[in-house]
């Protein structure tokens, strides 16, 4: 009698196989670009964030074997605190990309990862792609198949899901057999982790998430290396993750076509610093302003009408934290009203208090439309109504927001974003250097020169 091979199994199998050779163009091209675009919010979390500060002093208290670099200081430390306090930064200024089916931001736990263990087991840039490659698809295909229920019930998926995306690439780095990497990932599942009270009162916790999930793909794996053993089925299993985390999970999604249709290019790219919600909120302010100017004393009301995902996690009228108002649809509209931006220097603490944004940001009501809500998660659409005191109105719909698969930020885009968001952390010749670099990663034979680039 023949045994069906569990979900994890067939994961497993797909991770220790997958090859570089085996990839096609676009799929080594999007490895490279997530590689690019992490690093960019990697150092610019680093040192511009509350949360990057905390985990560069947290670290320099180790005393660790010094095996990889710490993104925005001088010193190294373990891979696993190097992925930890790398992972935090890396979502610190919510510039990270992200997926819409599988409500995670994938590469701020993977990317982090893959560069410390890689630079502790002196990976090459072929087997540093390889390790992206998979760790994105295994996670992405959990993710999807979970969400939008797992996230509606309180769980943030970049700390949840990530973990098994963190394991799949720790593994290949480490060249686990299929088994290990089975026991591997029926490990990472006992380690699952993260819930999203920080949207209440904008506590920076949601960051520890994807530093965490870094960490603890490389234990998972190296445990799994040295005999531990894990559930084989622990997704599906009666009492797996999918029982424990989710609302009627499709299982048949996580392995449909798997190597073929890959869900690894449906992920996006943000152009701007705030939660995804929050762009698809300014790009739908700027069109209704392209239609006529509202000076922001004469504005009577704002009304977004969006799906239930949008209001539950960027309803935030009452924000408090420089992370708060990067989650918040009312200040992401207040801010493009007022000053006409959104970028960094709008979501510091001095800019967060602007009054006349606050009282602008107080205009704004958010409703669940029932029409947008039945085309979740693709389209995740969001329209946005201004009306004035002399019944003027305007109203603009975003279905895909810049940096969508279907509404593409390109190669070139991606590399101006970096500049910027670099551009008060690292000089130019250093920023020209990383994307040189990470444009022809799978040429290097060790990755530890390219990690190097991230000391400051």
């Not at 794996?221 to 999918?242: C, Y």
């Not at 952390?425 to 990663?441: F, K, N, S």
């Amino acid at each position: 009698m023949t045994l069906v091979a569990s979900l994890t199994e067939k994961l497993a199998a797909f991770t220790s196989t997958l090859h570089y050779e085996q990839l096609s163009s676009r799929v080594r091209s999007q490895a490279r670009n997530c590689l690019l675009d992490t690093v960019g919010a990697l150092l610019a979390g680093s040192r511009l964030s509350l949360s990057g500060r905390a985990g560069r002093r947290f670290a320099e208290r180790l005393s660790e074997k010094e095996e990889a670099v710490i993104a925005g200081s001088r010193f190294r430390r373990s891979s696993m605190t190097a992925s930890l306090v790398n992972g935090m930064a890396a979502h610190a200024l919510e510039l990270d990309d992200g997926s819409k089916h599988a409500t995670y931001h994938p590469g701020a736990s993977i990317v982090p990862m893959s560069l410390a263990l890689g630079e502790a087991e002196g990976i090459s840039g072929v087997r540093l792609v390889e390790a992206i490659v998979a760790g994105y698809e295994v996670s992405l295909r959990i993710g999807t198949a979970i969400n939008p229920g797992h996230y509606l019930r309180g769980f943030h998926p970049t700390g949840t899901i990530a973990v098994f995306g963190t394991t799949a690439a720790a593994a290949k780095i480490l060249d686990l057999s299929p088994q290990e990497t089975v026991h591997a990932f029926g490990l990472a599942g006992s380690l699952a982790s993260g819930i999203n009270q920080y949207e209440i009162d904008g506590a920076v916790s949601k960051h520890l998430h994807p530093g965490n999930a870094a960490r603890n793909g490389i234990l998972s794996a190296m445990l799994a290396r040295d005999g531990m053993t894990g559930p084989s089925e622990i997704l599906e299993g009666s009492l797996g993750f999918f029982h424990c985390f989710a609302e009627n999970p499709d299982l048949a999604l996580v392995t449909a076509n798997l190597g073929i249709d890959w869900h690894f290019l449906r992920i996006y790219f943000k152009p701007f610093c705030s939660c995804r919600y929050v762009h698809y909120a300014i790009e739908a302010t700027q069109k209704d302003l392209e239609q006529r100017p509202f000076p922001p004393e004469e504005i009577e009301s704002i009304v977004v009408r969006t799906h239930r995902n949008a209001k539950q996690g960027s309803d935030i009228p009452d924000y408090r934290s420089p992370l708060h108002a990067r989650l918040s649809i009312q200040y992401g509209i207040a801010s493009i009203l007022v000053r006409g931006r959104a970028g960094l220097g709008e979501y510091e603490e001095d800019a967060i208090r602007d009054p006349e944004v606050r009282r602008v940001s107080d205009l704004v009501r958010i409703e669940i439309d029932d029409e947008i809500q039945k085309l979740y998660p693709n389209p995740r659409s969001m329209i946005v109504e201004i009306r004035d005191r002399k019944g003027n109105t305007a109203s603009a719909r975003i279905d895909h927001a810049k940096g969508d698969p279907e509404n593409p930020m390109t190669d070139a885009d991606l590399v101006t974003k970096f500049r910027d968001v670099t551009a008060d952390v690292i000089p130019p010749e250093r920023a020209e250097r990383i994307v040189a670099e990470a444009g022809t990663i799978e040429s290097r034979e060790e990755i530890a020169s390219f990690a190097e680039l991230l000391q400051i």
